[in-house]
């Protein structure tokens, strides 16, 4: 039996100031960089000073102890520090919170994930931890690892439970690892979350294999704005190995592009890119591995990768490369953010993922993506799409910050909730915005989402006007449903206020791509653009959003960002709102808490 959905609510308790941040100029990163919590800093010890001091607001009881996961720094002096946290040595699962100080280190205010105490009835489990990872291998069919006791404070009330990771899980797509909650007490499977965000959803597959569809991907191997010439930096000039280099790839969907590798010796060649912090791509051999040290590097001669077919094994590497390092290069030029978790590391990517696989998967296990070749029927080309990339590698950014979280998923795979349906939305925002970044003639910027996959209705999902993609019925507006509607149809509310936020409503023509975007109530919406409409959805992720952000929570962070960047009574802020009200997630039905 399906267990009840109790609608989770992020609190955000927050003292009003006057100040207010610059206007954003995307090359001087107006969001200011995060700087990874590693050690005790100022900050940190000031929030959590605080946290305990305003205990009636932050929740912080006795027992708890908050580990700062990163602290991000505006130009005012003004800082955001995200914790997690544990209780009596044991992990809270919804304990997640971000306490925000003033440019002196004062207390401001917190976001928090659970509106209560996280301190379970008891701590004294009735099961043994081998009764868990049996009952978790039997929900998830594959090989539990050993459980380990939390509290899980995420459905209303804090829990003695389990958390067993299952590797091999049959409950997954592609035999992917999966993590099952136990309750310590009675036994229940609290939930069983797979530990890949899929592109493609298990639903929508079966949809497209229903309805007999082949995707016919749209490919783009004629030279293209981006080439580059093989060549070598001084230093391989001079004979000293490792180098950078710079070499050329012949895409599948993007054309020709430049690449930076690392060359080895005098001819051989890595698809590292040593300038990205060593991001790499490596090939998976069609095995399902969630390991990237398994994978097998590509290396070449003459540093020239691909062929722009099928045929070589590399013209995908070269998607993934492109792909990956123009995601990294969007963060970093936009908002400052220095790789995925911002923390000067670089992104991972393997390709030749399974045996068959018609998706593309961020895997939080393996902290990398994986791409498979399409599964011979609905999907006939490898996933590599840049959109893809960057809508996959977004979920990346997301886990290293708010790490929002789907309510429920159901015995096949689908995801459920508002909190992973705003998870779907930031990371196709955020992967047409890599898009427009990359600005590549082969795959022209636009606000759809998978439009080079072949489908035919022209795209998967679209931003302006969510309810044209059928095939996952997405939504254009809320509604109490919303609480439990599929994930990525759920994410066409947030994806279509931030499209008014950004282009306004009615008729537009962008790049050559027209867009006719409605209102829930007939009202017209002028944009602030793309720029700045990015920047308060970047700044809301990453300040005031946590692991169980809804919609309205959603409303409220992306106001708060828009006061912080514009001030309360300016244009963008009025227009955070009426973008909002416009998909119909206003102040007024904002849903009772607990519900």
Same mark, same amino acid.
């Given at each position: 039996?399906?267990?009840?959905?109790?609608?989770?609510?992020?609190?955000?308790?927050?003292?009003?100031?006057?100040?207010?941040?610059?206007?954003?100029?995307?090359?001087?990163?107006?969001?200011?960089?995060?700087?990874?919590?590693?050690?005790?800093?100022?900050?940190?010890?000031?929030?959590?000073?605080?946290?305990?001091?305003?205990?009636?607001?932050?929740?912080?009881?006795?027992?708890?102890?908050?580990?700062?996961?990163?602290?991000?720094?505006?130009?005012?002096?003004?800082?955001?520090?995200?914790?997690?946290?544990?209780?009596?040595?044991?992990?809270?699962?919804?304990?997640?919170?971000?306490?925000?100080?003033?440019?002196?280190?004062?207390?401001?205010?917190?976001?928090?994930?659970?509106?209560?105490?996280?301190?379970?009835?008891?701590?004294?489990?009735?099961?043994?931890?081998?009764?868990?990872?049996?009952? /978790?291998?039997?929900? =998830?069919? +594959?090989?539990? !690892?050993? &459980?380990?006791?939390?509290?899980?404070? %995420?459905?209303? @009330?804090? $829990?003695?439970?389990?958390?067993?990771?299952?590797?091999?899980?049959?409950?997954?797509?592609?035999?992917?690892?999966?993590?099952?909650?136990?309750?310590?007490?009675?036994?229940?499977?609290?939930?069983?979350?797979?530990?890949?965000?899929?592109?493609?959803?298990?639903?929508?597959?079966?949809?497209?294999?229903?309805?007999?569809?082949?995707?016919?991907?749209?490919?783009?191997? /004629?030279?293209?704005? =981006?080439? +580059?010439?093989? !060549?070598? &930096?001084?230093?391989?000039?001079?004979? %000293?190995?490792? @180098?950078? $280099?710079?070499?050329?790839?012949?895409?599948?969907?993007?054309?020709?592009?430049?690449?930076?590798?690392?060359?080895?010796?005098?001819?051989?060649?890595?698809?590292?890119?040593?300038?990205?912090?060593?991001?790499?791509?490596?090939?998976?051999?069609?095995?399902?591995?969630?390991?990237?040290?398994?994978?097998?590097?590509?290396?070449?001669?003459?540093?020239?990768?691909?062929?722009?077919?099928?045929? =070589?094994?590399?013209?995908?590497?070269?998607?993934?490369?492109?792909?990956?390092?123009?995601?990294?290069?969007?963060?970093?030029?936009?908002?400052?953010?220095?790789?995925?978790?911002?923390?000067?590391?670089?992104?991972?990517?393997?390709?030749?993922?399974?045996?068959?696989?018609?998706?593309?998967?961020?895997?939080?296990?393996?902290?990398?993506?994986?791409?498979?070749?399409?599964?011979?029927?609905?999907?006939?080309?490898?996933?590599?799409?840049?959109?893809?990339?960057?809508?996959?590698?977004?979920?990346?950014?997301?886990?290293?910050?708010?790490?929002?979280?789907?309510?429920?998923?159901?015995?096949?795979?689908?995801?459920?909730?508002?909190?992973?349906?705003?998870?779907?939305?930031?990371?196709?925002?955020?992967?047409?915005?890599?898009?427009?970044?990359?600005?590549?003639?082969?795959?022209?910027?636009?606000?759809?989402?998978?439009?080079?996959?072949?489908?035919?209705?022209?795209?998967?999902?679209?931003?302006?006007?969510?309810?044209?993609?059928?095939?996952?019925?997405?939504?254009?507006?809320?509604?109490?449903?919303?609480?439990?509607?599929?994930?990525?149809?759920?994410?066409?509310?947030?994806?279509?206020?931030?499209?008014?936020?950004?282009?306004?409503?009615?008729?537009?023509?962008?790049?050559?791509?027209?867009?006719?975007?409605?209102?829930?109530?007939?009202?017209?919406?002028?944009?602030?653009?793309?720029?700045?409409?990015?920047?308060?959805?970047?700044?809301?992720?990453?300040?005031?959003?946590?692991?169980?952000?809804?919609?309205?929570?959603?409303?409220?962070?992306?106001?708060?960002?828009?006061?912080?960047?514009?001030?309360?009574?300016?244009?963008?802020?009025?227009?955070?709102?009426?973008?909002?009200?416009?998909?119909?997630?206003?102040?007024?039905?904002?849903?009772?808490?607990?519900?």
């Amino acid at each position: 039996m399906r267990r009840p959905h109790i609608r989770r609510v992020a609190i955000a308790v927050a003292v009003t100031t006057a100040a207010t941040l610059p206007g954003p100029a995307f090359a001087s990163a107006p969001n200011g960089p995060a700087r990874a919590a590693t050690s005790a800093s100022s900050p940190v010890s000031a929030a959590r000073a605080a946290a305990f001091a305003h205990a009636s607001a932050t929740g912080v009881t006795h027992g708890d102890t908050l580990r700062a996961k990163d602290v991000m720094t505006d130009p005012d002096g003004k800082s955001h520090v995200r914790f997690v946290r544990t209780h009596r040595g044991l992990p809270v699962l919804g304990g997640d919170m971000v306490v925000h100080l003033g440019k002196r280190g004062e207390y401001l205010g917190v976001t928090r994930a659970a509106d209560h105490v996280v301190e379970p009835s008891t701590v004294e489990a009735e099961l043994t931890p081998e009764q868990a990872e049996r009952k /978790a291998e039997a929900v =998830a069919k +594959g090989d539990a !690892g050993t &459980a380990r006791l939390v509290v899980d404070a %995420r459905d209303g @009330a804090a $829990a003695l439970a389990y958390q067993v990771l299952v590797m091999d899980s049959d409950t997954t797509e592609a035999g992917g690892s999966s993590t099952v909650v136990v309750d310590a007490r009675t036994g229940r499977i609290r939930s069983n979350t797979p530990n890949t965000d899929e592109f493609i959803s298990p639903s929508l597959a079966a949809t497209l294999r229903e309805r007999g569809e082949s995707a016919t991907p749209r490919t783009g191997t /004629a030279a293209g704005a =981006a080439t +580059g010439l093989s !060549g070598l &930096a001084s230093a391989a000039a001079a004979g %000293r190995y490792p @180098a950078t $280099a710079t070499g050329s790839g012949s895409s599948l969907f993007a054309g020709k592009v430049a690449l930076t590798t690392t060359r080895t010796a005098r001819t051989s060649y890595v698809l590292k890119d040593p300038t990205r912090w060593n991001t790499e791509t490596r090939d998976a051999k069609g095995q399902e591995l969630e390991s990237f040290a398994r994978g097998k590097a590509f290396t070449d001669g003459d540093n020239k990768w691909g062929t722009g077919t099928t045929s =070589a094994r590399t013209s995908a590497a070269v998607d993934a490369q492109y792909g990956i390092a123009q995601t990294l290069d969007f963060y970093k030029k936009t908002f400052g953010r220095k790789g995925i978790k911002n923390n000067s590391a670089g992104a991972r990517g393997m390709v030749h993922f399974g045996n068959k696989v018609g998706n593309a998967f961020w895997d939080s296990t393996c902290g990398c993506m994986l791409y498979g070749d399409g599964d011979g029927r609905v999907f006939k080309k490898p996933l590599v799409v840049l959109d893809v990339t960057g809508h996959e590698l977004t979920h990346g950014v997301v886990d290293a910050t708010a790490a929002l979280e789907p309510t429920r998923v159901d015995d096949d795979g689908n995801q459920y909730g508002e909190a992973g349906a705003l998870n779907e939305s930031l990371a196709d925002i955020f992967g047409s915005d890599v898009e427009f970044s990359a600005n590549n003639p082969k795959n022209p910027p636009n606000y759809l989402v998978g439009e080079k996959l072949g489908l035919a209705q022209k795209f998967l999902r679209r931003l302006d006007h969510p309810s044209l993609d059928v095939l996952e019925e997405t939504i254009d507006y809320w509604s109490p449903a919303a609480y439990d509607t599929e994930v990525h149809a759920g994410s066409g509310v947030s994806s279509h206020a931030f499209y008014l936020l950004a282009e306004g409503s009615g008729r537009k023509t962008v790049n050559g791509v027209t867009y006719d975007s409605p209102t829930y109530d007939g009202s017209r919406v002028t944009g602030i653009g793309r720029t700045k409409a990015t920047a308060v959805f970047y700044r809301a992720l990453t300040r005031y959003m946590v692991s169980t952000t809804d919609f309205h929570d959603a409303r409220k962070a992306t106001l708060k960002a828009a006061a912080d960047m514009y001030g309360a009574n300016s244009a963008e802020y009025k227009a955070v709102g009426s973008a909002w009200a416009a998909v119909n997630v206003t102040a007024a039905n904002t849903p009772a808490a607990g519900r």
